[in-house]
């Protein structure tokens, strides 16, 4: 077993190694958009997923229109009208805090920037959370940028618009995980699961045909998971050289660097006990200062272990030190000649109560309830 799995582990580190080299090959060739391979393939199979609960419902309305109204026909049809109106159904997505260029507009400012730099599509609207989180996605004709108080806090001005570059620069990579399509398809396959995985109380007829249908839709989902982080990781490449064209290579890496010590932030949050603990601002800088801390008792092993990392295809974004390694390959910087214009001070008020909401909710998680 233990040949086995040292077996896979190494052929996950040379796909791995080969994604690398297939975005570094695609950057160098100017290939951003490459709709074959594995985006193809994973677009095709999302729509054959989201297909199935049409299916179904097309087959009720067949059922009824040839079979005719009778008991067996009603049952069934009625059964697989709500098969496929089960798997259809979406929960809309609710955001906390959306802001809108009227609501933030100097921040809005630095975004428009940062996006017609990177080639991307404007932003509509920006999702503010609580979270050490920043993304890009496209819902229902927007195309929204979230980016979490608490990164935002920790990122220095720099950092900031390189994230927001390389967040930008998924419009522009042909990352088909953003269009929204495979994670509608993810969500069909779920709800799949859901509705065939056995109860407790299951009977053995039952359960012959719900353990198979389940073991394959697990595999099913593995396998696409797979391909979605084949996919990922080219993807956070390409966007991560995009950004560095953008903002600039030093900033692109710098941020890259400060998010490989996110550990430090939550050990020292961990720390803090009782109502005496910091709040609001306070609270996010005392979390600031230990992962600025040269001297802090986990930096030297987590930038150590920054340096050992090795190619790993479980996740959707590749090592830091291989992204470091990757924006070696980005030529002369376009932002070199022309400084990114920002209004910070305009910018740190819009984002005020966000950032002291952050830190109150940081507060309250530690102290006693």
């Known amino acids: 077993m233990t040949k086995l799995a040292n077996r896979i582990d190494e052929l996950q580190r040379r796909r791995a190694a080969t994604i690398f080299e297939t975005a570094r090959d695609d950057y160098l060739q100017g290939r951003l958009s490459k709709a074959r391979g594995v985006p193809a393939t994973l ?50 997505r609710r955001f906390k805090t959306v802001w809108t260029a009227n609501d933030a507009p100097a921040t809005f400012a630095l975004i428009h920037e940062i996006a017609a730099r990177t080639g991307a599509p404007p932003i509509s609207r920006l999702v503010v959370s609580d979270e050490m989180n920043a993304y890009a996605t496209r819902d229902r004709g927007q195309n929204y940028l979230g980016f979490g108080a608490q990164l935002w806090a920790l990122l220095t001005q720099e950092e900031r618009t390189a994230v927001i570059a390389h967040e930008c620069a998924h419009f522009v990579n042909g990352d ?6 495979t994670g509608r398809a993810f969500g069909v ?16 007829e039952a359960l012959v045909f719900q353990v198979p249908v389940s073991f394959a839709l697990e595999l099913l989902i593995s396998w696409m998971l797979r391909l979605a982080f084949i996919e990922s990781q080219r993807a956070e490449y390409l966007a991560d050289a995009i950004a560095a064209e953008a903002v600039g290579v030093d900033a692109m890496a710098r941020s890259l660097e400060t998010l490989a010590l996110v550990p430090i932030w939550q050990r020292r949050h961990l720390e803090m006990h009782g109502s005496n603990s910091p709040k609001g601002h306070e609270m ?38 291989f992204r470091l390694q990757f924006l070696e390959h980005v030529g002369t910087c376009r932002a070199d000649r022309v400084a990114i214009t920002a209004d910070w001070c305009a910018i740190a008020k819009e984002w005020d109560h966000s950032l002291r909401a952050a830190g109150d909710e940081l507060h309250a998680a530690a102290s006693p309830q």
């Not at 999302?46 to 009778?70: C, D, E, R, W």
């Not at 088909?176 to 399509?181: A, E, I, K, N, V």
Request: aromatic share 6%.
């Open 43 to 92: 677009s095709l199979l999302s729509l054959i997923i989201l297909a199935t609960p049409l299916i179904l419902v097309s087959f009720a309305v067949v059922l009824l229109s040839q079979a005719g109204i009778n008991a067996i026909s009603v049952v069934l049809s009625t059964i697989f009208l709500i098969a496929g109106a089960f798997l259809l159904w979406k929960r809309p």
């Open 176 to 181: 088909c995980l953003r269009s929204g399509l």
């Open 189 to 204: 396959l779920q709800r799949w699961y859901h509705m065939i995985e056995p109860a407790d109380d299951s009977g053995l």
């Open 284 to 321: 996010l800088d005392a979390l600031c200062r230990a992962v600025r801390d040269p001297a802090h008792p986990l930096r030297a092993g987590l930038l150590k272990e920054l340096e050992s990392e090795d190619h790993k295809l479980d996740t959707s974004h590749p090592p830091t030190r």
